[in-house]
């Protein structure tokens, strides 16, 4: 790992996005709640949650971090589901890696919840969207 030692404690916060497409006839079944797993959307919700706290377990080289926010969305679209995850901690380094993680271990989670309808989903676009703090500044995807 890299030694982040002499790095100040600072606010940091991360957000980060993904999109998973389902075929219209499972989207319908997930959305109306008749899949045998249960409700997509929340359990999805919460494995992201769990993902975001345990990230340096899955990711080798990441720090462990004191998370004080870990809010997870998952938004129906007319094609699937829109994930978003919102990391905060006051740390040394950020929690990128944080928001990243929640949003694909939920979008993994749906994936697993529809397949038994759905064997063509597509997980996408899976990106940091913003992060505050720490040495770098602010950064905003445009």
């Known amino acids: 790992m890299v030694d982040v030692s002499a790095k100040p404690v600072t606010s940091r916060e991360a957000v980060a996005r993904c999109r998973i497409r389902i075929a219209p006839a499972a989207l319908r079944l997930a959305l109306s709640g008749r899949l045998p797993k249960g409700g997509v959307a ?81 997980i996408t676009d899976i990106r940091l969207v913003k992060k505050t703090g720490g040495k770098s500044g602010a950064y905003i995807r445009r």
């Open 42 to 122: 929340e359990v999805a919700r919460l494995a992201g949650i769990l993902a975001a706290k345990r990230t340096a377990e899955a990711i080798p080289l990441c720090h462990p971090l004191p998370l004080t926010l870990v809010d997870v969305d998952v938004r129906p679209r007319r094609d699937g589901f829109e994930i978003e995850a919102r990391v905060r901690t006051e740390a040394r380094t950020g929690a990128e890696m944080e928001a990243l993680h929640a949003v694909a271990v939920a979008a993994l989670t749906v994936y697993d919840m529809v397949k038994a309808a759905d064997k063509t989903m597509t």
